[in-house]
């Protein structure tokens, strides 16, 4: 007998799916369908890259696709960042994710312009079978200011107050030179800064209006913090804190400007940064790398969609000639083996019937391909297999990157 979700539709989104799709993602996500999701959604919608499953006059699922650049080792690529997942709980675990996977990551392939699809995963159990796999780890750092600081004497810039809508150019221009140099950094095209300075209450948490500290020297603008800031007392002392939710610098100056900044705010005592990569050189510069002791979890899970493409996209550390045979349960034009050369300037990836020297599911090459997952990691946990000595140690080396790779937002 066919079960019922079989027989739903999964079609693409148009724009009077709005309301109801903000409700649907708003109850799967455990929140009240919020007005100002009606007004910030549009700026980036894209509703014929989003799938929604139909039953009925009701939508029960879906699963959206953002047109973004992402760094990897090399430079900016077309990279599908995939979004807003969300099942009906009056449908969950039948099948119906599995249904929209399966049509977002083919029409992905079939648009083939995105070698890899990449996301933050609300939970751990979902995306590997989709052949995701874990590519940059995200820290959340929770600093105690009083037990540390960023020395230094005045730098040469001055910093400034800002109201972030009011200088969003300002913001992109810093952002656009920044991520270039940090794998898993994504691009903000036409409308997004307008949407990231929005500033709705609901976003706030019981705390300060989002503002922007920007750090400036006479060659312009260097880089900024986007933060909020709560008072509380605990006793007759301030406990005051500091969400640091977004900081970007384009040279070193900056950066330690920001920090020394962001550590010696008067009233708070406690500054939050969720967004942390695992090289933060703050480590290196505070006085105190104990009070940087911090959590850390999976933050993006990327999915190779085409893997010669996307092999020969990406540069690499060292020079490589390395026959990779991969496993593709969804895509069998993936599977196979392939020849991969290249070096920190290009590459080549070709279909070859030589002896493999490394085997792995795509799943792994997910893992690794932003350069924060090391192949070797991956050999030592029985997920890829070395053919021939000594290949494993230098594809290893190849596939890393001088920068961690970090994503700062949770798209
Ligand atoms: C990129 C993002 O947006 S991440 C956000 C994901 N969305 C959410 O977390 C919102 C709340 N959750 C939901 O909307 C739904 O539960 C979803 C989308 C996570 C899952 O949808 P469902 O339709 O229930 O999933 P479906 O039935 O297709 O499950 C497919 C497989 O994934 C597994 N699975 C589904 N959800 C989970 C989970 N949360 N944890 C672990 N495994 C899961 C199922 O057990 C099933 O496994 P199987 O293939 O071995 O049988």
Known sequence: MTDPIDELTVRTCTDDDLPELVALISRAFLNDPREELLEALPKVFEPDRRHVAVDGDRLVGSAGVLTRDMTVPGGPMPTAHVTAVAVATTHRRRGLLRRIMNEQLHAI??????????????????????????????????????????????????????????????????????????????????????????DPESRRRGMSAERAVVYEDEDGAHGYALLRTKLQWNMNSPGGEALVTEMLATNTEAYAALWRYLLSIDLVRTVRCPFGAVDEPLRHMATNVHALTAPMGPGLWVRVVDVPAALARRRYAAPIDVVLEITDAMFPDNAGRWHLRGDADSATCEATTAEPDLSLDVRGLGAAYLGGTSLQSLAAAGLVTEHRPGRLAAATTAFGWRRAPWSHEAF
């Open 109 to 198: 392939r079939e648009r083939g312009t995105e070698p890899i699809a990449a996301l933050w995963a609300s939970e751990g159990g979902i995306y590997g079978r989709y052949g995701y796999g874990v590519a940059s780890w995200n820290v959340e750092y929770e600093i105690p200011v009083l037990e540390t600081e960023v020395p230094g004497t005045t730098p040469p810039g001055r910093l400034r107050h800002e109201q972030p809508a009011e200088i969003s150019k300002t913001l992109a221009d810093i952002h656009d030179r920044a991520r270039h140099e940090r794998p898993g950094v994504s691009a903000r095209p036409g409308r997004w800064w307008e949407m990231r300075t929005l």
